[in-house]
């Protein structure tokens, strides 16, 4: 993070900004796109941690209105709001420091053996070096004959790199290279966090609203009293939270970039320096129609390619949140 840094700003003072024959850098792609890594790389980890900080804030503000209008239709009276911001807050701090356990757990991933996996380890171990990492992720492996792969964790030092069993079946030793290279590519530009913290909010958020609609069921069906006014009033609004909630949710994922898919795709090719390979990992992805039975919509935006190759195709792709795997491809070969 610190060479990248510091490279970045040599480019910007000593050379971009100085040398008046920019057309020479431009003609020299190795060059220039070394440059543009720098830039929105740097960029990219900063806008992530940016965004990280705005949704944890939503995300208090939300659920204390859900938690908020569950305990009143308890009728606990002014401990309520007390009640609903100490929730959040704690969710909110369980989201940050769990999020991987609980990513990992939704998926029903083990942790991968020197005995078992003895290709992968070594895939990980050669491309430590080129991706630069301080950190080694841990490696997990999930039973599904579907080929995919994503990563997960805070930060770089508590990182996760997760395969699916189909994926160690289907590519050689290249392409499982190339997706693997890609989800440190996400590691690297602090994707990890953003997406494992909207994973947890979003089921949350999805967990609270379906019992807000118990509730406001429940209400509903209560004879009316002389508290009918009172009742009204917190119906009204668990009403408009139980409409928001799901809502709120899709749009914090869909607040991921699919910018990001691109620049992890253009970091696999930078440290595999093996674009073909990586092309014909994403077209055998593409391919494959096996199933991912314990693909959730929580978790499907943390995933190399979609689990839900069928909702994807219907999708729009204003509603995707991940790119065609034709774009990525197209993208690729721009840089080779």
């Known amino acids: 993070m610190i060479l990248i840094t510091k490279t970045w700003r040599y480019f910007s003072k000593n050379i971009i900004f100085k040398n008046n024959d920019i057309m020479f850098y431009l003609r020299n792609k190795a060059l220039y796109y070394f440059y543009l890594r720098c830039k929105y790389m740097y960029e990219d980890i900063k806008k992530n941690k940016i965004k990280t900080g705005f949704i944890i804030s939503i995300f208090i503000l939300m659920i204390t209105l859900i938690v908020y209008y569950i305990c009143m239709s308890f009728n606990l009276g002014t401990i309520s709001i007390i009640i609903a911001l100490t929730f959040s807050i704690l969710s909110s701090w369980c989201s940050y420091y769990f999020s991987d356990k609980i990513v990992l757990s939704l998926n029903g991933a083990r942790l991968a053996t020197p005995e078992e996996n003895k290709k992968l380890i ?58 693997i290279a890609h989800e440190l590519g996400h590691i690297k530009n602090y994707d990890i966090l953003l997406s494992a913290v909207v994973t947890v909010m979003v089921g949350f958020i999805v967990m609270l609203s379906d019992l807000m609609s118990r509730r406001f069921y429940l209400i509903n069906r209560k004879d009316n009293d002389s508290n009918s006014k009172g009742n009204f009033i917190i119906m009204i609004l668990g009403f408009i939270c139980l409409i928001l909630g799901p809502v709120f949710a899709q749009l914090m994922k869909l607040a991921l970039s699919r910018r990001r898919e691109f620049l992890a795709d253009a970091s696999a090719v930078e440290f595999t320096r093996n674009p073909d390979a990586f092309i014909s990992a994403l077209q055998k992805l593409d391919s494959d129609d096996s199933e991912f039975s314990k693909a959730n919509n929580a978790t499907a935006h943390m995933f190399f390619t979609n689990p839900f190759k069928k909702d994807q195709k219907e999708k729009s792709d204003l509603l995707s949140t991940h790119p065609s795997i034709s774009a990525r491809i197209e993208a690729i070969k721009k840089l080779m």
């Open 122 to 179: 070594n895939i990980l171990d050669g491309l430590m070096i080129s991706s630069g990492l301080e950190y080694r992720p841990r490696l997990y492996i999930v039973e599904s004959s579907q080929p995919n792969a994503f990563a997960t964790g805070r930060n770089p030092k508590n990182a996760v790199v997760c395969v699916t069993t189909g994926l160690l079946e289907k590519l050689d030793y290249y392409e499982l290279e190339g997706v």
